[in-house]
């Protein structure tokens, strides 16, 4: 079409700045732009927009030739089509009786993979890649080719074999490097795990874990007096004598805090034996709280004038060391079972949060505390809001 239009732009541009001066030829200007950037298509289609009476005869004529001469390249540019698309019709047939070894008017796959390494000559061809190529030219699946559905030459075949088997070796590839990068994902993961003892207690461990809550007993056993006193069995014997050695340890209460804390920060224990740890810390220092009523109750409320009986400080103090034994029971029970006693309120929370796991550990190991990785999450947001901003 660019061809013809350089062919007639000439003959039309004569045709119109040529004609004799006596003669007139009207036109808007939109269509004269539209003329010169398609002619034949921009004249077919507003020819009946001019004035008849103002074009001259002669015009008329080269307009016309204009047209047959468009027409015959259209019909020669068809034909040339049409002798293109017998000859490749023609060379497909060839093609498929030569691969119909046969003869029975379909190609199998056998017969195509055979044709193929006799056209190409050669052995060594990508089965995979040929069942691929059958599956695309066996169009209806009755895992036989027709004459219809044999719609590539050798050459073509062979040319699309070799784009599947780039696309195979492209995917394999991948699927390595995806292979490899699991493969290191899990090597960290499990270096992570063998670093940070997750795995199930065993049974030592389940009674090892019981052994910190004698720190949080010890403290108190001040507020169960009045209830172990004049017991005599071998359970609160047991306990005196434990209680006793503690007390003759200078400053015991501050050694075995240290102690606790320290070895709750290990990540070589088993997690069950360092949540205990954890949760007998918390449960001593909750033991402040009533100790610090007590003491208001016996010591600042007299100074005010006001005393409480003796009684009620005698059943506070109880009830505080039922409550801790409850506890306490809670906690020895679900460690032997192997279970977190984490259905402490306020407490187990607490030791929940201060528990590493896994996502506390960069990829080489590195332990990163959870307050320092917040701290590290809050600039990040902060700098990507200043970036916002700008």
Same mark, same amino acid.
């Given at each position: 079409?660019?061809?013809?239009?350089?062919?007639?732009?000439?003959?039309?541009?004569?045709?119109?700045?040529?004609?004799?001066?006596?003669?007139?030829?009207?036109?808007?200007?939109?269509?004269?732009?539209?003329?010169?950037?398609?002619?034949?298509?921009?004249?077919?289609?507003?020819?009946?927009?001019?004035?008849?009476?103002?074009?001259?005869?002669?015009?008329?004529?080269?307009?016309?030739?204009?047209?047959?001469?468009?027409?015959?390249?259209?019909?020669?540019?068809?034909?040339?089509? *049409?002798?293109?698309? =017998? &000859? @490749?019709? +023609? $060379? /497909? %047939?060839?093609?498929?009786?030569?691969?119909?070894?046969?003869?029975?008017?379909?190609?199998?796959?056998?017969?195509?993979?055979?044709?193929?390494?006799?056209?190409?000559?050669?052995?060594?061809?990508?089965?995979?890649?040929?069942?691929?190529?059958?599956?695309?030219?066996?169009?209806?699946?009755?895992?036989?080719?027709?004459?219809?559905?044999?719609?590539?030459?050798?050459?073509?075949?062979?040319?699309?074999?070799?784009?599947?088997?780039?696309?195979?070796?492209? *995917?394999?590839?991948? =699927? &390595? @490097?995806? +292979? $490899? /990068? %699991?493969?290191?994902?899990?090597?960290?993961?499990?270096?992570?795990?063998?670093?940070?003892?997750?795995?199930?207690?065993?049974?030592?461990?389940?009674?090892?874990?019981?052994?910190?809550?004698?720190?949080?007993?010890?403290?108190?056993?001040?507020?169960?007096?009045?209830?172990?006193?004049?017991?005599?069995?071998?359970?609160?014997?047991?306990?005196?004598?434990?209680?006793?050695?503690?007390?003759?340890?200078?400053?015991?209460?501050?050694?075995?805090?240290?102690?606790?804390?320290?070895? =709750?920060?290990?990540?070589?224990?088993?997690?069950?034996?360092?949540?205990?740890?954890?949760?007998?810390?918390?449960?001593?220092?909750?033991?402040?709280?009533?100790?610090?009523?007590?003491?208001?109750?016996?010591?600042?409320?007299?100074?005010?004038?006001?005393?409480?009986?003796?009684?009620?400080?005698?059943?506070?103090?109880?009830?505080?060391?039922?409550?801790?034994?409850?506890?306490?029971?809670?906690?020895?029970?679900?460690?032997?079972?192997?279970?977190?006693?984490?259905?402490?309120?306020?407490?187990?929370?607490?030791?929940?949060?201060?528990?590493?796991?896994?996502?506390?550990?960069?990829?080489?190991?590195?332990?990163?505390?959870?307050?320092?990785?917040?701290?590290?999450?809050?600039?990040?947001?902060?700098?990507?809001?200043?970036?916002?901003?700008?």
């Amino acid at each position: 079409m660019k061809l013809i239009s350089l062919i007639l732009l000439p003959s039309l541009t004569t045709a119109f700045h040529l004609s004799p001066p006596s003669r007139t030829f009207f036109a808007p200007r939109s269509t004269l732009k539209s003329i010169s950037a398609n002619p034949l298509s921009a004249l077919a289609q507003r020819r009946t927009s001019f004035s008849l009476r103002s074009i001259p005869t002669d015009d008329d004529g080269e307009v016309a030739a204009i047209l047959a001469q468009a027409a015959k390249l259209r019909a020669e540019a068809a034909s040339i089509e *049409a002798a293109f698309a =017998a &000859e @490749k019709a +023609a $060379k /497909l %047939a060839a093609a498929f009786t030569k691969f119909d070894v046969d003869g029975d008017g379909v190609i199998t796959y056998s017969e195509l993979i055979t044709g193929l390494k006799k056209n190409l000559k050669t052995e060594d061809l990508d089965e995979s890649a040929v069942r691929r190529l059958f599956g695309e030219l066996d169009s209806d699946g009755n895992n036989v080719l027709d004459v219809a559905e044999f719609k590539m030459g050798v050459s073509e075949m062979a040319t699309r074999i070799d784009s599947y088997i780039r696309e195979e070796r492209q *995917a394999k590839i991948e =699927a &390595e @490097k995806e +292979a $490899k /990068l %699991a493969k290191e994902k899990a090597d960290k993961a499990l270096a992570k795990l063998e670093f940070l003892n997750d795995a199930p207690p065993s049974q030592t461990e389940k009674l090892l874990s019981t052994l910190p809550y004698l720190f949080p007993l010890m403290d108190g056993l001040q507020y169960g007096r009045f209830l172990l006193q004049g017991e005599d069995n071998v359970l609160v014997n047991a306990i005196a004598l434990v209680y006793v050695v503690y007390r003759q340890i200078p400053f015991s209460g501050f050694v075995a805090f240290f102690a606790l804390n320290f070895l =709750a920060g290990n990540p070589k224990l088993n997690r069950l034996v360092r949540w205990n740890l954890q949760q007998a810390i918390f449960v001593d220092i909750a033991l402040i709280f009533p100790g610090l009523l007590s003491g208001i109750a016996r010591a600042g409320l007299p100074a005010i004038g006001v005393t409480l009986p003796a009684a009620f400080m005698e059943t506070f103090d109880d009830a505080t060391f039922v409550a801790l034994l409850g506890v306490l029971g809670y906690c020895v029970v679900s460690s032997l079972l192997g279970r977190e006693p984490g259905g402490i309120p306020f407490v187990s929370k607490a030791v929940g949060d201060r528990m590493p796991t896994i996502d506390m550990f960069d990829d080489e190991g590195r332990f990163i505390p959870r307050q320092m990785r917040e701290r590290e999450g809050d600039d990040e947001g902060g700098d990507n809001d200043k970036d916002e901003k700008k």
